[in-house]
T-cell receptor, first 113, second 114 residues
Framework: KNQVEQSPQSLIILEGKNCTLQCNYTVSPFSNLRWYKQDTGRGPVSLTIMTFSENTKSNGRYTATLDADTKQSSLHITASQLSDSASYICVVSAQYNTDKLIFGTGTRLQVFP | GAGVSQSPSNKVTEKGKDVELRCDPISGHTALYWYRQSLGQGLEFLIYFQGNSAPDKSGLPSDRFSAERTGGSVSTLTIQRTQQEDSAVYLC????????????FGQGTRLTVV
């Protein structure tokens, strides 16, 4: 079983709509959680990073939430744009080894006009 | 440069040949990571460096894979006797000191073994 699981695997929405991506993790004790956006053919780019004491963090139209008790995070995208089409990857670090980044398999989002 | 640089961007090689992939991290970044991403799949951890040492090599799939880092900067990932299943995008990332620092990725090297 993966230590970081994301859902859904893929998602299609219409431009202008909102969507929420989920990340569940079992990594413990937890140190921090990152959300990355990966455009096709490019390396991942960081959207947010949250520590266990943070519940929410925004970056423009992207808002990440974290519940360290239930080990769940979500990434909410508001008023989606065509350029939001990408893979969104949840990455978790553990306190016992903050250098090791544990990646989820990602959610593939497609935004259609 | 300002970002993580990887070379070559594309590499086509014949089965059985050796290849070297290079990563130039952001200057001053102490941690350096190598990942592999097959088509349509998630990122697969290979190895990471803290300075010149590699505390975790657990992701290297076989002894045909090796990596080194010199001077706390440039890293090379070497694949010997390449196989078709080695075809993938190899991504490198670097991070500065501190547990909550960002990891910045390069654009990757697309390796095709024919």
């Amino acid at each position: 079983k993966n230590q970081v699981e994301q859902s859904p695997q893929s998602l299609i929405i219409l431009e202008g709509k909102n969507c929420t991506l989920q990340c569940n993790y079992t990594v413990s004790p937890f140190s921090n959680l990152r959300w990355y956006k990966q455009d096709t053919g490019r390396g991942p780019v960081s959207l947010t990073i949250m520590t266990f004491s943070e519940n929410t963090k925004s970056n423009g139209r992207y808002t990440a939430t974290l519940d360290a008790d239930t080990k769940q995070s979500s990434l909410h995208i508001t008023a989606s744009q065509l350029s939001d089409s990408a893979s969104y990857i949840c990455v978790v670090s553990a306190q016992y080894n903050t250098d090791k980044l544990i990646f989820g398999t990602g959610t593939r989002l497609q935004v259609f006009p | 440069g300002a970002g993580v640089s990887q070379s070559p961007s594309n590499k086509v090689t014949e089965k059985g040949k050796d290849v070297e992939l290079r990563c130039d991290p952001i200057s001053g970044h102490t941690a350096l990571y190598w990942y592999r991403q097959s088509l349509g799949q998630g990122l697969e951890f290979l190895i990471y460096f803290q300075g010149n040492s590699a505390p975790d090599k657990s992701g290297l799939p076989s002894d045909r894979f090796s990596a080194e880092r010199t001077g706390g900067s440039v890293s090379t990932l070497t694949i010997q006797r390449t196989q078709q299943e080695d075809s993938a995008v190899y991504l490198c990332a670097s991070r500065g000191q501190g547990k909550n620092t960002e990891a910045f990725f390069g654009q990757g090297t697309r390796l095709t073994v024919v």
